[in-house]
């Protein structure tokens, strides 16, 4: 292909036909910069008087994202040629085969194109040296680690669970024992830990493919997946043998079910079918049910209702986040009601807002508060369905960010109005000891 | 120039010409290994001193980091199973992720164009810029494409699945391994992978 009169090519050559290029002054002062490069240069000089020649010329950033380049359009095979003179060479000899294929994806002329490569090696050469000090070495620092642990378990929502079971426990009729409450909180924040823990270790390609996700510890490599096995195990050996036999064997066993159903069941289906928002919606609603049966032992109707509380209240939150996620969920290959089902996604979540009222409602007929309840926590909750209601009928980004907004702050409210309302037990306490 | 591929682009010529000034011996360039599967990642050589796995940035179109393995000096015949198991997963990685990521790019591209011809719109609009479409006529096309690919990702997802958990399970038996080493023999040139 290359005919042999390129092999007798010198450098004088290569210097003359510069000075027939656009940028004819930066030629003269060619030796002068060859003499004054940079050590750092040193590396690339067979490509140094082709920089000094282009990098006053064109300024255009390089960014390292998550999200795939929306331009240039078409083949990826068009985008910026390398440093090293063979790759260059390479990759310009394949994007000929890429553009005889598909030539409606070539949407670039010639001219556009040229400079394209120019300013994307610009692009290359002046952040080459960061795009080299972004190489990281896979090495634990010990100080690092607890930074580490918290993104791995998502304390975040590592504490939210834990406050649904504190609040679980505390809504039981039965007189507050501190202990067991400080140990059901902190076995089910270690089981919380592992199941994060281990969910993130199952979903480290998809996670860098998505802007929310792109920066957790095992994407960047902070951590390995041996690592984030051992520290699942970790906690889960510990948390559930604090629930089993520091609290009883019903709430233990809730919390093992609970990591097998989030880890084995939840993570899995992501993928496979919109199934899991309800698998999801379970696992949300089984901490509080723990912390019910960790004050009772029993599963009572009081423990279903609080369970049911938050089964309900994940469809609006959830719904509400993955409506704007659409675009990262199906180029993730994550089967969400939002992506493949939209008219259900909105149906289900203004569905269950309205049946947060419901609950509300049954909650003094099961003597877990009083009357007071469903009163006080009705302007919440008539607002979380109004808005529910605007994301059913506008379906827009504006009304779904709402929605979402609104579930964050709706949920904790809801479960201090609960706190407050809650039937007090020494009535019942006096019932039973004048039946026994 | 004429000696050139593209005849006439002289910014091509130029680069035929380094490349052949290289095998001139002009230039010492160091024959560098590309990375396969369309990778955009510039090369990266660790430092020699280094005992340590190194990750790098982002790569532009898989967005999975590139991890450049270490090659212990004594290096026993699981840690080398290791290494090019998760050498060979990272490439199957790369592979299914640019793959995927630049034919969604592409089929998002196509889509638009075609929605927008059959509206009669052109690219661009008033003010110059790319014309986009409505998130619900966007949310058509990203439907389209997940039930598509279903097959494809769930037989992804069974394989990384395996192979995440078949590379714990060595990682798990090299590092018993070399607690045995700096335990029961002489031998203390091990570092805990982590």
Known sequence: MYKPSCHRMTGLFGVCLFQGLENVRYSRNLMQLCKQAQP???????????????????????????????????????????????????????????????????????EEKKEE????????????????????????????????????????????????????????PVPFDLSVFLLTSVGTGLASCAANSINQYFEVPFDSNMNRTKKRPLVRGQLSPLHAVTFA??????????????????????????????????????????????????????????????????????????GAILYSWQFPHFNALSWNLREDYSRGGYRMMSVTHPALCKKVALRHSLALIGLSALAPALDVTTWTFPLISLPINLYISYLSFQFYRDSDRKSARKLFFCSLWHLPMLLLLMLTCKKACTSKEDTLVTSS | SENCIFPGESWHCLLCISFFSDSCGLYNVPKIKKRLYLSQAPEFIPPENSQYDWIGPPDPVSNLRPIRFHVAANESTLEKHLRLFRQETEEWNQKFWATQNS????????????????????????NGGKRKLSAEKMAEFYKDFLNKNWQKHADYNKEWYKRNITITFLMGKVTLQMFWKRRYTSDRSWYLPV
């Open chain 2, 103 to 126: 034919s969604f790019i592409k089929e998002k591209e196509e889509f638009i164009t075609s929605c927008l011809k059959a509206e009669g719109l052109g690219l661009k609009d008033e």
């Open chain 1, 117 to 172: 490569n120019i300013s994307t090696v610009v692009s290359e050469i002046t952040h080459e040296s960061g795009e080299v000090k972004q190489w990281k070495e896979i090495r634990v620092h010990l100080e690092d680690l607890p930074g580490i642990y918290a993104r791995l378990s998502k304390i975040k929502l590592t504490a939210l669970v834990v406050t649904t079971a504190a609040a679980g426990y505390i809504m039981a």
């Open chain 1, 40 to 110: 750092r240069w040193g590396t690339f000089q067979h490509f140094t008087f082709l920089k000094r020649l282009y990098v006053t010329k064109m300024s255009n950033g390089l960014c390292q994202h998550a999200k795939p380049k929306q331009e240039p359009l078409g083949s990826p095979l068009l985008e910026r040629p390398h440093l090293a003179q063979e790759q260059t060479v390479i990759h310009h000899v394949q994007q000929i085969p890429a553009i005889s294929q598909d030539p409606s994806t070539v949407t670039f002329s010639s």
């Open chain 1, 233 to 306: 195990g970790a906690c889960t050996v510990p948390g559930i043998a604090l629930l089993t036999f520091g609290v009883n064997p019903l709430t233990g066993a809730l919390g093992a079910f609970n990591i097998f159903l989030y880890t084995c069941c939840y993570t899995p289906l992501k993928r496979l079918s919109i199934a899991n928002t309800w698998v999801g919606a379970l696992v949300g609603a089984i901490p509080p049910v723990m912390g019910w049966t960790a004050a009772t032992g029993s599963l009572g109707a009081g423990a279903l209702l609080m």
